[in-house]
């Protein structure tokens, strides 16, 4: 069982927004000290999106996404949610939610190596 589910994608008009959502597995309890998207388009590689640190709620943002998306959610419930907004034709991918169950910081809360747990991913399609 994955220990995290991603929720909320689909397909939108270029110019419309969508709300990712993910959470814990049902059953499954750990700690995390950050939480992000990445999302991977055919042939490309993985890459961030956004996360956010629940020490002091840091904020961080891939440029191509900044002022389009934002990241917010609950450390108590590992919950991450992410409102995307404008959506253009190249954010097409499928968007996975990971965590971070380490405090310490070891390639930076950008970097996907940082986390450790992952999610299956949910398909964001966007119409032109």
């Known amino acids: 069982q994955v220990p995290l589910v991603e929720s909320g994608g689909g397909l939108v008009q270029a110019g419309g927004s969508l709300r990712l959502s993910c959470a814990a597995s049902?059953?499954?309890?750990?700690?995390?000290?950050?939480m992000g998207w990445f999302r991977q388009a055919p042939g490309k590689e993985r890459e961030f999106v956004a996360a956010?640190?629940?020490?002091?709620?840091?904020?961080y943002y891939a440029d191509s996404v900044k002022r389009r998306f934002t990241i917010s959610g609950d450390a108590a419930g590992n919950t991450v949610h992410l409102q995307m907004n404008s959506l253009r034709p190249e954010d097409p991918a499928l968007y996975y939610c990971?965590?971070?169950?380490?405090?310490?910081?070891?390639?930076?809360?950008?970097?996907?190596?940082?986390?450790?747990?992952w999610g299956r991913g949910t398909q964001v399609t966007v119409s032109s």
């Open positions: 990971a965590a971070v169950s380490s405090f310490e910081t070891r390639y930076g809360r950008t970097h996907r190596d940082e986390y450790d747990k």
């Open positions: 049902s059953g499954r309890t750990f700690s995390s000290y950050a």
């Open positions: 956010i640190s629940w020490n002091g709620g840091v904020t």
